[in-house]
């Protein structure tokens, strides 16, 4: 191992619903079994070398040598946490098999054009950064199902850009975790995401949600906890399957009617710190 830059052969688990309490809730790649992997092209260790970047690969089964080496990064995870960034590692030719890419607790304020080559990853965490926007390179992720923004500036702009080439080429983003931003309005483009499963919205400065929030029909989990919500929107009754809902510590008085058709899946719903008249 040079200077904390490897390339290992190991095996990655994640987590199918990267939720739970806000205070506890961190995603991260469970990996364990690890052996250093002689596979490294010299350019990628190079690369790794100066940028202090642990790589991570799926354990292959026994297969000739060459095919060997060319499925070394079809699998693979980056993990560059915590490790003081503050420009994204260049140039991203050497990343573009890159699956899951870790850069939570470093002190990035922005995102490159460039990060739109990763056309195959799928798993991305840009948590505990110094973020402000959204960038039209992540639009262009169409393979991305989970997404972690938490713990960012998102909040110090006007309003959350979210522009449509987005919402319009994520279309496999199943889980959106934006909690700690600061966040005080959403942009109507949230409701895009057809396919999200697991949205996370707590511990913002939120007044409201979107109206059509309901569109969301593939949603199981709902989190808007700790936020200044006075009201909910009544489309949420449109999805059948939520299972999952935390309203607490809002400003909410009463939860809609609409709510009650979603009493046989609804598995549960947190609103303990509302000053609520009535359920």
């Known amino acids: 191992l040079e200077q904390n830059a490897c390339v290992m052969s190991c095996e990655v688990r994640v987590g ?3 939720t739970g309490s806000s205070s506890k809730r961190r995603a991260a790649a469970d990996v364990d079994e690890y052996e250093v992997s002689p596979l490294s ?3 990628l260790k190079q690369v790794l070398k100066e940028n ?3 790589m991570y690969q799926r354990r292959l089964p026994a297969e000739p040598a060459a095919r060997q080496t060319a499925s070394l990064y079809h699998e693979t995870t980056l993990n560059m946490s915590a490790v003081n960034l503050t420009a994204f590692p260049q140039p991203m030719a050497h990343w573009k098999g890159v699956r899951m890419l870790v850069l939570s607790g470093n002190r990035l304020t922005a995102l490159p054009d460039s990060l739109s080559e990763l056309r195959r990853l799928r798993y991305l965490w840009l948590d505990q950064n110094l973020l402000t926007e959204f960038t039209s390179s992540l639009g262009d992720l169409s393979s991305l199902v989970y997404l ?3 713990a960012n500036c998102l909040g110090s702009v006007p309003h959350l850009q979210l522009a449509s080439s987005v919402s319009k080429g994520m279309r496999s983003l199943q889980h959106l975790i934006l909690s700690h931003n600061g966040l005080r309005s959403l942009p109507d483009e949230l409701v895009a995401f057809r396919s999200m499963r697991v949205l996370d919205l ?3 400065e ?3 949600l979107p109206t059509q929030l309901g569109s969301l029909r593939e949603l199981t989990e709902l989190y808007v906890c700790h936020n ?5 929107p009544g489309s949420l009754g449109d999805i059948s399957t939520l299972l999952q809902l935390d309203v607490s510590h809002n400003q909410l008085e009463y939860l809609p009617v609409e709510l009650g ?6 598995q549960s719903i947190v609103c303990i710190g509302n000053p609520l008249s009535t359920i």
Do not use: D, H
């Not at 200044?228 to 909910?232: G, I, N, P, V």
């Not at 058709?261 to 609804?266: E, Y």
């Open 228 to 232: 200044r919500l006075t009201s909910l």
């Open 261 to 266: 058709s979603l009493k046989k899946r609804l």
């Open 52 to 54: 202090g970047i642990f």
């Open 16 to 18: 199918s619903s990267p």
């Open 41 to 43: 092209a010299q350019t």
């Open 148 to 150: 972690n923004l938490s």
């Open 206 to 208: 939120l007044e409201s």
């Open 202 to 204: 707590s511990c913002n």
